[in-house]
């Protein structure tokens, strides 16, 4: 049955210059971080068109977390698990909510931040989160012969509709970056399991600074896994600034026309994932005029 397969060639590269090397001799071979995605696809192994694998475990510049005052910067290798412990005190409680929601304790030792970005067609819980906060994400792009390395904000790394907007065969991720001036009210919220039913499945995730009475710096992203990653630049426009408590009258209204441009823009959502986003978006909205009436 498996006659005529042959076995993939493993590539460890030891560091970046290693990697660049391989990179550009191996142009299809596939970047291999924790491998639960890679490993959870049909016919992973073996199969007929078995391409070469470069294995980022050996890269231990990758696995570094570093801080500043106004920044930390996360390896692409480093793990959920890792990121969960060493990051307590420091990071944002929406993304160590996020890190927390991943799977279970085992995956998360497995899973890569890198890798979990890097899906050529599926935004999952860690883009979502990450969006919202001040990330930006460093990439290092392999044409011809040449490397490059850019710096672009998350939001920039994905299409509309959750797809990788660089073309994935010739880029890795090596670290990101985030801010850490964020806004003092998040949530994160997931409806259904996003790997057994991402038909059905809905990750939002918002953040606001709330200034005396008023909204400032609204960031939200509503994900509906194979189906649209929702930014929507003019409803976070339109909410900061907003006074607090937002008439709930306004809220319905805004959730609607919400759902309006979400159905616009992305036929395959289902009803009743868009009847899901509109409810998660209103009860943010209200979790946070309950927070202002009472302080
Ligand atoms: C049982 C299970 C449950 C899960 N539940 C959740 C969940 O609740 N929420 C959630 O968000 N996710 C969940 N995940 C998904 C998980 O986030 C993905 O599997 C993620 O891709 C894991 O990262 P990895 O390091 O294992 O990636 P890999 O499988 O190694 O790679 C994933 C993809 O990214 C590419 N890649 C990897 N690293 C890089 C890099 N540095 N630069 C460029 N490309 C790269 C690979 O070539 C591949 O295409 C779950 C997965 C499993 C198996």
Same mark, same amino acid.
């Given at each position: ?25 191996? !142009?299809? %071979?596939?970047?291999?971080?924790? /491998? =639960? ?42 793990? %959920? ?5 060493? /990051?307590?005190? *420091?990071? !944002? ?18 899973? =890569?931040?890198? +890798? ?49 907007? *660089? ?6 991720i090596t670290r990101i970056r985030l801010g850490l001036d964020y +806004? ?26 709330? =200034? ?32 607090? !408590? ?48 009472? =302080?």
């Amino acid at each position: 049955m498996y006659e005529g397969i042959r076995s993939p060639a493993i590539h460890i590269p030891k560091n970046m210059s290693e990697f660049n090397s391989i990179a550009l001799r191996y !142009p299809k %071979a596939r970047i291999w971080a924790g /491998g =639960t995605y890679l490993m959870s696809q049909k016919n992973y192994y073996p199969s007929e068109n078995n391409e070469d694998i470069i294995d980022l475990e050996g890269m231990e510049e990758l696995k570094k977390i570093t801080r500043t005052e106004r920044f930390v910067e996360i390896g692409s290798m480093v793990t %959920a698990s890792q990121l969960l412990y060493a /990051g307590k005190l *420091v990071l !944002p409680d929406i993304l160590l909510e996020t890190l927390q929601s991943l799977a279970s304790q085992i995956v998360r030792r497995q899973v =890569t931040i890198g +890798g979990a970005l890097s899906i050529p067609n599926l935004r999952l819980s860690l883009s979502t989160t990450l969006s919202v906060l001040d990330v930006t994400v460093e990439i290092k792009l392999f044409q011809g012969n040449k490397v490059s390395t850019q710096w672009i904000p998350i939001s920039r790394l994905y299409e509309k509709n959750g797809n990788l907007a *660089v073309n994935s065969d010739k880029m890795l991720i090596t670290r990101i970056r985030l801010g850490l001036d964020y +806004g003092d009210y998040q949530r994160f919220i997931i409806v259904e399991d996003p790997i057994r039913n991402s038909q059905e499945c809905v990750i939002f995730a918002f953040q606001a600074r709330r =200034t005396q009475n008023a909204l400032n710096k609204v960031k939200f992203c509503m994900n509906f896994p194979h189906k649209a990653f929702h930014i929507n630049k003019e409803i976070e426009a339109r909410l900061s600034g907003e006074a607090l !408590p937002i008439n709930p009258e306004r809220v319905n209204t805004i959730s609607y026309e919400l759902v309006a441009e979400l159905r616009k823009q992305h036929s395959s959502i289902t009803e009743l994932q868009l009847e899901r986003g509109r409810r998660m978006f209103e009860s943010v909205l209200h979790g946070m005029n309950s927070q202002a009436l009472l =302080t």
